[in-house]
């Protein structure tokens, strides 16, 4: 489809616009299939370690689990009153202004988004390197001294870098391609990941010889300022872990019956999603001791191989390469279509709003994406990159969800296909955690948590001039 396009010397031209190829099950399968990804794999050894218990490792799993669905139910309701490219960019701006749509647009397209494409394509690599250690052999070390910190920053090359953004610049490729392909691809992804999560969790409680004695300490011995610190530490881990949620939003425009699918696809995956990671978590304490899971570094292979021996372990991490894979998939193919909506409103860079004559995908702002987070992967290690990702990103989780109460005075006859369950209060419920969870971010990595707001701010820099040319275009 094409839309007639003034341009700059009054000339009307027609302008491509983006095709609605992603029906029900793609569309579930980019919630699922974003959320799925490393961190199940990854953070629950970390959690175990901040958390001290398994009750609180549960607790931390299930709040994290409500919130994320709480999010969800709140962004149902705007993908499917807004069913626009750009997700949060759109909802923004209709409900506090182009400014606020503007920030979220800038964080997501140079902070939010290339740092999870990093950082998920980080952590395919660790488990790549349980197969070949050799791409964790360092190539390259150099210290950088950073104002207030007694430790300076070390910048480690190793060949796993280079691998992530070959990773990076393939499945780039595959969404350059066409978004039914990239929709496909995610479906197959998809549903191999889960298929291995099931396996683990069948098996386990099936072959595994499980010990009630693994899940002591069920409860801490007390709970102080430390134990509390912790549980934050270990919420911010399963966020990450949870994240990708609202991705489906951010290919509003190319979602097949939006307003049917888009809610059903929030609602349903993030519930699907919160099961199969406790059912993951219960088998992990069921054949593993709780101090063995404290300190391995791949809970999964490890809980595998006591039912199921090293070679089996082995081939689940394949699968887990497989569903990094999924993951980044997702991210990618979701990921551009913020800087492709700002820059059609000439609030970006004019080469992100290309769209490819044949493949009819946002070719400029995958490749400018891809690029971003190319940077990023060979600079940054997991868990700086998550920590500045989780930061960033929820602040804007919160004032998008916040946008559902602000849409609801501003556009009150907006039609609404679905509405938010138990508004107001879930929206307000999910707004006051975020903020919490940013304020708590903040105060225990302050560094990397400032420079991602620096970088959220340095887009006002840009923004006078092209709101400015914005204004004379139209």
């Not at 490729?173 to 992804?189: D, E, H, M």
């Not at 991490?317 to 991210?331: D, E, F, P, Y």
């Given at each position: 489809?094409?839309?007639?396009?003034?341009?700059?010397?009054?000339?009307?031209?027609?302008?491509?616009?983006?095709?609605?190829?992603?029906?029900?099950?793609?569309?579930?399968?980019?919630?699922?299939?974003?959320?799925?990804?490393?961190?199940?794999?990854?953070?629950?050894?970390?959690?175990?370690?901040?958390?001290?218990?398994?009750?609180?490792?549960?607790?931390?799993?299930?709040?994290?689990?409500?919130?994320?669905?709480?999010?969800?139910?709140?962004?149902?309701?705007?993908?499917?009153?807004?069913?626009?490219?750009?997700?949060?960019?759109?909802?923004?701006?209709?409900?506090?202004?182009?400014?606020?749509?503007?920030?979220?647009?800038?964080?997501?397209?140079?902070?939010?988004?290339?740092?999870?494409?990093?950082?998920?394509?980080?952590?395919?690599?660790?488990?790549?390197?349980?197969?070949?250690?050799?791409?964790?052999?360092?190539?390259?070390?150099?210290?950088?001294?950073?104002?207030?910190?007694?430790?300076?920053?070390?910048?480690?090359?190793?060949?796993?870098?280079?691998?992530?953004?070959?990773?990076?610049?393939?499945?780039?490729?595959?969404?350059?391609?066409?978004?039914?392909?990239?929709?496909?691809?995610?479906?197959?992804?998809?549903?191999?990941?889960?298929?291995?999560?099931?396996?683990?969790?069948?098996?386990?409680?099936?072959?595994?010889?499980?010990?009630?004695?693994?899940?002591?300490?069920?409860?801490?011995?007390?709970?102080?300022?430390?134990?509390?610190?912790?549980?934050?530490?270990?919420?911010?881990?399963?966020?990450?872990?949870?994240?990708?949620?609202?991705?489906?939003?951010?290919?509003?425009?190319?979602?097949?019956?939006?307003?049917?699918?888009?809610?059903?696809?929030?609602?349903?995956?993030?519930?699907?999603?919160?099961?199969?990671?406790?059912?993951?978590?219960?088998?992990?304490?069921?054949?593993?001791?709780?101090?063995?899971?404290?300190?391995?570094?791949?809970?999964?292979?490890?809980?595998?191989?006591?039912?199921?021996?090293?070679?089996?372990?082995?081939?689940?991490?394949?699968?887990?390469?497989?569903?990094?894979?999924?993951?980044?998939?997702?991210?990618?193919?979701?990921?551009?279509?913020?800087?492709?909506?700002?820059?059609?409103?000439?609030?970006?860079?004019?080469?992100?709003?290309?769209?490819?004559?044949?493949?009819?995908?946002?070719?400029?702002?995958?490749?400018?994406?891809?690029?971003?987070?190319?940077?990023?992967?060979?600079?940054?290690?997991?868990?700086?990159?998550?920590?500045?990702?989780?930061?960033?990103?929820?602040?804007?989780?919160?004032?998008?969800?916040?946008?559902?109460?602000?849409?609801?005075?501003?556009?009150?006859?907006?039609?609404?296909?679905?509405?938010?369950?138990?508004?107001?209060?879930?929206?307000?419920?999910?707004?006051?955690?975020?903020?919490?969870?940013t304020v708590n971010l903040w105060w225990q990595r302050p560094l990397s948590s400032t420079i991602g707001l620096l970088l959220i701010l340095s887009g006002l820099l840009f923004y006078d001039r092209w709101q400015k040319g914005s204004s004379a275009a139209a």
């Amino acid at each position: 489809m094409a839309e007639a396009h003034t341009t700059p010397d009054g000339l009307q031209t027609p302008r491509l616009n983006l095709v609605r190829g992603l029906g029900p099950w793609a569309s579930v399968a980019i919630v699922i299939g974003t959320m799925i990804g490393t961190g199940i794999f990854l953070v629950p050894s970390s959690m175990a370690r901040n958390a001290g218990s398994v009750g609180l490792v549960f607790l931390v799993w299930i709040f994290g689990g409500v919130l994320s669905l709480f999010g969800a139910l709140s962004y149902a309701e705007l993908g499917a009153a807004i069913p626009e490219a750009g997700g949060e960019y759109v909802y923004l701006t209709r409900a506090f202004g182009p400014k606020w749509g503007y920030l979220f647009g800038w964080m997501h397209s140079v902070v939010g988004r290339p740092c999870s494409v990093a950082t998920i394509a980080a952590g395919l690599m660790r488990f790549t390197g349980f197969l070949l250690p050799g791409i964790n052999t360092r190539i390259l070390q150099y210290p950088i001294y950073m104002p207030f910190t007694r430790t300076p920053y070390e910048i480690i090359l190793t060949p796993a870098q280079p691998l992530a953004v070959a990773a990076i610049a393939l499945v780039t490729g595959i969404n350059y391609l066409g978004v039914r392909f990239g929709g496909r691809v995610q479906v197959i992804l998809t549903t191999l990941k889960i298929s291995a999560v099931f396996a683990v969790v069948v098996f386990g409680f099936a072959l595994g010889h499980g010990d009630a004695t693994h899940f002591h300490p069920l409860l801490p011995a007390g709970m102080g300022l430390a134990t509390i610190g912790g549980v934050l530490t270990a919420l911010v881990a399963a966020l990450w872990a949870y994240d990708g949620w609202s991705n489906v939003s951010l290919v509003g425009s190319e979602v097949i019956e939006p307003q049917k699918n888009i809610p059903r696809a929030l609602a349903g995956g993030v519930a699907f999603v919160v099961l199969v990671y406790l059912l993951a978590n219960a088998v992990y304490f069921y054949v593993l001791p709780f101090a063995a899971v404290q300190k391995s570094p791949d809970v999964a292979s490890d809980a595998v191989a006591t039912f199921a021996g090293f070679r089996a372990a082995r081939w689940l991490t394949l699968a887990m390469i497989v569903s990094a894979l999924g993951t980044l998939n997702s991210s990618i193919l979701s990921g551009a279509r913020v800087p492709f909506a700002m820059a059609r409103d000439r609030l970006f860079f004019r080469f992100a709003g290309q769209i490819h004559e044949q493949f009819r995908t946002p070719g400029g702002a995958l490749v400018f994406q891809a690029y971003l987070a190319s940077v990023l992967a060979l600079t940054g290690t997991f868990d700086d990159l998550f920590s500045l990702f989780i930061f960033a990103q929820w602040i804007f989780y919160a004032l998008a969800t916040a946008a559902v109460i602000g849409l609801r005075r501003r556009e009150p006859d907006l039609p609404r296909p679905y509405r938010t369950w138990g508004y107001p209060w879930v929206p307000v419920a999910f707004c006051v955690s975020a903020l919490a969870l940013t304020v708590n971010l903040w105060w225990q990595r302050p560094l990397s948590s400032t420079i991602g707001l620096l970088l959220i701010l340095s887009g006002l820099l840009f923004y006078d001039r092209w709101q400015k040319g914005s204004s004379a275009a139209a």
